[in-house]
Each structure stands twice: as structure tokens, then as C-alpha cells.
């Protein structure tokens, strides 16, 4: 199967926090390939994997980088496909400087920032997913799936909590 989800990183040390982009997508049966390639050590490299994206049959692009993160700007001047920013807290601004990077695209050049660290990279995967369910029913269905199961699991913590209380 080919995958439809390109997950790229500015450095394997940002493997731990981005192997949650992987794990969401994994969890709703959808593929991704996963590189390093950095905007600043690797620019090349980088901007051709963006350009040859869209015409592979990937449709998301995952971005995640820390301190002056680039690369997913990089990437979204590079390609029409939408591409999503994850911010890394690798440097001493624990993520601050990469989210400001990340976020703060000039008109034109859009990319869906998430929150910094593990939940961005989750909630990334999950965005990815909804974005290709908009024309995969079966993608969509686990979707759904995935939002049933969240709902399950907090009414069963509300439950216990109640449980609990009551019997304080
Ligand atoms: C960024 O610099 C990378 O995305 C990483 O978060 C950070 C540090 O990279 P390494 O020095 O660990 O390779 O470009």
C-alpha cells in the first residue's frame, strides 16, 4: 500500500515526540513514511521531497521541528498538498521559539500549526486523518470510531469519579 501520510523531522532526535503522529495515524489504519530531512542542514534534500510528495499519492504532510523551526514552512513553499506544523521543545525555549516559527507563516504560505510537543504530534495525526476522510468513507468511519471511543472512556471516568464520591 502506499502511504499517503509523509511525516519528516529536522533531526532523529525528534523521533520520541513525532512517533505520535505515526501511532494516531497507525491506530485509524492509515500508512506513513517517515524521514529526517532538515529546511536548514539538508535544504535540498528537503525541497525535493516536498515537490515529489503530492505526485508519490501522499495527500498530508507532517512537519516536526524545534528551536528556529523552518521546516515546515520549507516544506509548504514547496508543495500544494496541506502541511502541518509541529512545534518540538528541543532547545532551551522548551518549544516557545519553534511555535513562534511555525505559526507565524506570512500570508500565503499556510500551515496548520498544532501544540507543542506529544499532543501536537497526536493531534496532528488525527488532522491528517479527518483531512483524508473528506474523501475516504472508510477513513472517515474510523474517525468517527476514534471520537466514540473518547466518549466512552471519559463517561467511564466520570462514572468512577462518581462512584467515588459517593461512597466518600
Ligand atoms: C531542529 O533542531 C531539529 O528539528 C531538532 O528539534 C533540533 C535539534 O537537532 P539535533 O541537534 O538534535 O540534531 O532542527
Redesign the pocket.
Known sequence: MNPKVLIL??????WAIMAEARAALADLGIEAEVHVS????TPERTGKMAREAAGRGIQVIIC??????H?AGVVAAETELPVLGVP?P??DLQGLD?LLATVQMPAGVPVGTLAIGKAGARNAGLLAARIIGRADGVVAERVREQRARMTREVEAKDAALQAKLASS
Do not use: E, I, N, W
Open positions: 523531522m529536522g533531526s532523529d532526535s525528534d532538515s529546511a536548514h542542514r516536526g521541528a524545534g528551536a528556529a523551526a521546516l518540538l528541543s532547545s519553534a
